[in-house]
């Protein structure tokens, strides 16, 4: 079976920039050993915190981070901030294995665009003043 990611030391974002795409329930205790990954001591500006850098199968860049004085219980993921997160968000849970209530939150970014029903856009069109496809001209 092919590796569905590898743990990267060094490198950058493809844009230079990176951005928040979820939230996971599991803490970087509960990570380490479930996937192999090695969370490294980091600090800036904030606070003190725990790292983790992962390329995707496709090549993906992401990052797993966890603040040490963090009221959240659970590890944050980011990723390129030029980079589709639906896409990203669904090779994460594949090469994580993660359920959904490994998710405590996804960026709407993330999330799947509904399509309105007929109905609605037919009652929105009326209600607007717009003539429904196929109407004749009185």
Do not use: N
């Not at 590796?3 to 795409?21: M, N």
């Not at 904030?46 to 090549?59: K, P, T, V, W, Y």
């Not at 490994?102 to 309105?116: F, G, M, N, S």
């Not at 609605?120 to 717009?130: I, K, M, P, T, Y």
């Amino acid at each position: 079976m092919t590796a569905t990611f590898e743990q990267v030391y060094s490198g950058r974002w493809p844009s230079g920039i990176d951005k928040a795409l979820a939230v996971l329930t599991l803490s970087p205790e509960e990570l380490e050993p479930r996937h192999g990954i090695r969370f490294t001591p980091g600090c800036d500006d904030l606070d003190d915190f725990q790292e983790a850098a992962l390329r995707l199968r496709s090549g993906r860049p992401v990052l797993l981070m966890k603040y040490r004085q963090s009221p959240e219980r659970g590890t944050r993921v980011s990723i390129d901030v030029e980079d589709d997160a639906g896409e990203a968000l669904r090779e994460l849970r594949q090469a994580l294995d993660l359920s959904a209530r490994d998710l405590a939150w996804i960026t709407d970014e993330a999330r799947p665009t509904k399509r309105k029903s007929p109905v609605f856009e037919w009652l929105a069109g009326l209600l607007l003043g717009r003539p429904r496809a196929g109407a004749r001209a009185h």
